[in-house]
């Protein structure tokens, strides 16, 4: 079973950056590929990110390419999402998501463990 807990939420005038970070609890973590979703009040939750196993293979939203950058450190078990250029609408609630495997992935349903979330405000 894997935990994951998110930091580094908060409060950001628009043009501004953000880094997000998420740890996770299983020692086999480095097997695991991740990704990252967001939240917004009164829309389902939508994909952002996603990293493999190695950190070598990303893929990002339309809406955030170019913005923000995945990465991880196998050896810290650490999964983090680089914010830059941030927007009012990267208003959110971001979560960290993980699932044992290699490859990437897009959808939700990919994922069986998630974080708790941590909120991302841009003011405008």
């Known amino acids: 079973q894997v935990q994951l807990v998110e930091s580094g939420g908060g409060l950001v005038q628009a043009g501004g950056s953000l880094r997000l970070s998420c740890a996770a609890s299983e020692r086999t973590f480095p097997g695991y590929f991740a990704g990252w979703f967001r939240e917004a009040p009164g829309k389902e939750r939508e994909f952002v990110a996603t990293?493999?196993?190695?950190?070598?293979?990303?893929y990002y939203a339309d809406s955030v390419k170019g913005r923000f950058t995945a990465s991880r450190d196998n050896a810290k078990k650490m999964v983090y999402l680089q914010m830059n250029s941030l927007k009012p609408e990267d208003t959110a609630v971001y979560f960290c998501?993980?699932?044992?495997?290699?490859?990437?992935?897009?959808?939700?349903?990919?994922?069986?463990?998630w974080g708790q979330g941590t909120q991302v405000t841009v003011s405008s």
């Open positions: 990293i493999n196993w190695s950190g070598d293979s990303t």
């Open positions: 998501a993980a699932e044992y495997g290699r490859g990437i992935r897009t959808r939700r349903t990919d994922y069986s463990y």
